[in-house]
């Protein structure tokens, strides 16, 4: 039958292809009107619209996103911009994009009662750190929720309420009785990791490729000693490179220092607080323990989970250098943050600097490095879940099970939430510590001294995301980056060379999303000691 049919020629094909793209953009058009006069309509609230798209089965594919993110991201024209909750439909998947920091605020209030982070936790287990099938398939299984009290109707047992467990285990180590003790490792070793480097440098100019990898590598040293002990790196050499280039071959690490572990340690082992040179912190013992009375969990498993908790500490490190970096390039700067800190450094009997963390979060300087770094530099996606009712944000309604994706870029970006100076000539995307400094309101000549504040900056600066499960390393995340910031300005000298000065943040598919951006390359330098006298 179809045989019969006369064959499209070249001007009906032509004409047919012309009718489609113009129906398509009629219908594109038209939807993409309503859903701007709809958000410019007082009051509009209810499900949050569609975000427009041309193509019907495609959505909003994000094709510009795959060779530069970043830019897709603070594009004005795509949904992670809109002001309102929108809905984003890409190919079978949809997800809600909330934006805007009273939304932001509003999600993270309602997280307190509806919300959880098991999808991106699922995610980066699975496809990260390697969790086997078995031991991520406890996740789904998972429904008692993450408050201390299990949902209602929840038959899950207690000893496999996954989420609950691993973030209270997070939570007491880095917020609760555990944060002490891993801080004061952690202070001793980058003190002595440093003033190490201090005596090997010369007090001559001395040629440096990467200014990011010496900061890097002294401070990951420091934090991996400081949470597992001296086995992780004693047992495996090439852990520290292949931490950064994150090699597969960190999780067998875990395992060979974890077997270790089981095999040498014992309770005698243990020292006045709680922890051991084995294991290192109690965390890893704990964590041990707890999940091997999970279902579905061996050894194998424990050291992909304790994969993701080490790897996290790449954050902050990464952050320090980028602080270290932007105070060494701006002469004025460097002048500033070392006047701070040289006034409260302190000379042990040998002769070393030592700081006590609580005067550097006092002050205000070396403060605004440490908040501008995170602002500028982190690019990440918070990721929520309404797991039993629908959200409420500001009255527009998220049903529940439905995924919402809030990029901090876009907040930290924001430029009708962040100063830009009297003049405009510090735009968002440079650094500008002016930005979380205030002065007195009759002191605009700049000699009165500042305050640093973040306070009236939530729902804008959300480094850590926010509400019940917000990161909980935050407070040695900024513990770290000050004292490795001040023990470097005090001990060195450091000039960066000019191919180095305005290096760029890597913005590949591969760089961001993931957390603090790394440099899209080496950063050459000049370095020298200064004299322990110089403080």
Known sequence: MFSDLPPMRGANLGAF?????????????????????????????????IFPYVFPLLGSLPITY???????????????????PVLVKILTQEFYVICEPENVKALFRGSWE???????????????????AKALSLYDKDDSGGGHVPHPGSTVEARNRIDYLVYQSLSRFLEGKGLASFWNRF??????QLHNLHDRTGSSWEYCPDLMKV?????????????????????????????????????????VWQQHARDHYSDEAIGADGDDPFWGSSFFRERQAMFLEMDGFDYDAIASEDFGAIWAARNSVTAASWAIFDIYRDPELLASVRAEVDACALKGADGCIWFDVDQLLRLPVLQAVYAETLRLRMHFYIIRMPDR?????????????????????????DTNAWSTGLNNEHPVDQFWIGRFLRY??????GNASPTFSTKELEGSWIPYGGGPRQCPGGHFAKRQILLTAALMVSLFDCEILEEGRDMREDFTLKGFGSGVSHPAGKVPMRIRRRGRGNT
């Open 114 to 132: 509806a919300c959880t982070s098991v999808p991106f936790v699922k995610f980066a287990l699975g496809y990260a750190f390697g969790l086997p």
């Open 66 to 84: 795959l060779w530069n993110p970043r830019a897709f991201v603070l594009n004005p024209t795509n949904f992670f911009q809109s002001t309102h």
């Open 389 to 413: 009712v629908d959200l409420n944000i500001r009255d527009w309604i998220i049903p529940r099970h439905k995924v919402i994706v809030t990029p901090t870029t876009v907040a930290h970006m």
């Open 215 to 255: 900061v890097g590598d002294e401070a990951t040293v420091s934090i991996l000693n400081a949470l597992c002990g001296p086995y992780l790196l004693s047992l495996n050499p090439h852990f520290l490179q292949d931490f950064w280039d994150f090699d597969r071959n960190l999780q067998t690490y875990l395992q």
């Open 17 to 49: 292809s012309l009718l489609l793209i113009v129906g398509l953009w009629y219908w594109y058009t038209a939807r993409r009107d309503n859903f701007i006069a709809h958000n410019r309509r007082e009051g509009a609230k209810g499900a949050p619209l």
């Open 187 to 192: 202070a001793d070793n980058i003190t002595q």
């Open 440 to 445: 007195p309101p009759e002191s605009f000549s």
